[in-house]
């Protein structure tokens, strides 16, 4: 799996964009980038995933340059529930498992 | 739909003893995965069973973990004897059949306390 770059901690205004971004510069064709969050005390949660084009749902929008060598995640108005580790992941199709690396803490104050 | 359940929520004892956590994933899926967190690390994987068979191991400690999922449902995770540096949370996932383009589903963990 292509190794992930992520900054270690952002912080973001309640109400306003959460834009996180991840570097994965020797991702292969076809591996997919997959979004993860885990709240304090929690396990992992599923956020959003996608191979070239750009993707939205009800939590997240994930944005995907044409080289693939980059993507960002957007929580469009984030709230203090979104206080989290986010987690960027490379997944390929040799493995099933994900590879953590340390992920981005996001703070999201009032 | 209920989750991936997982017991104990915490658990401490004193190194060289031995404990046992487990896991019930959610209905029909295929595809078990037992990870270690350290604080402060993201989680790394120590197995994958597909059904009751492992698929991958390799980063397993198999002189001191263990894990079984004999029925190819519910499964156990066992350290004996157990050393400081296993003190981490102990999660369970499972996915519907392990292919690459589905999500895993996470359980809340086993923390563990070893003294």
């Known amino acids: 799996d292509a190794k992930t770059t992520q900054p270690p901690s952002m912080d973001c205004a309640e109400g306003r964009a959460a834009n996180l971004p991840c570097n994965h510069s020797t991702i292969s064709g076809n591996e997919y980038v997959y979004w993860y969050r885990q709240i304090h005390s929690q396990g992992p949660q599923y956020i959003i995933h996608?191979?070239?084009n750009n993707e939205t749902n009800e939590m997240a929008s994930l944005i995907i340059t044409e080289d693939r060598k980059s993507s960002t995640l957007i929580l469009p108005h984030a709230t203090l529930r979104d206080t989290a580790v986010y987690y960027c992941i490379a997944r390929s199709n040799s493995g099933y498992a994900l590879n953590f690396g340390k992920g981005t803490s996001l703070l999201v104050t009032p | 739909e209920a989750g991936v359940a997982q017991s104990p929520r915490y658990k401490i004892i004193e190194k060289r003893q031995s404990v046992a956590f487990w896991c019930n994933p959610i209905?029909?899926?295929?595809?078990l995965y037992w990870y270690q967190q350290i604080l402060g690390q993201g989680p790394k994987l120590l197995i994958q069973f597909q059904n009751n068979g492992v698929v991958d191991d390799s980063q397993l400690p198999k002189d001191r973990f263990s894990a079984e999922r004999l029925k190819g449902v519910d499964s156990t995770l066992k350290i004996q004897p157990a050393k400081l540096e296993d003190s981490a949370v102990y999660l369970c996932?499972?996915?519907?059949?392990?292919?690459?383009?589905?999500?895993?589903?996470f359980g809340s963990g086993t923390q563990l306390s070893v003294l």
């Open positions: 996932a499972s996915s519907f059949d392990g292919t690459t383009n589905e999500k895993l589903f």
């Open positions: 996608g191979l070239k």
């Open positions: 209905s029909g899926h295929a595809t």
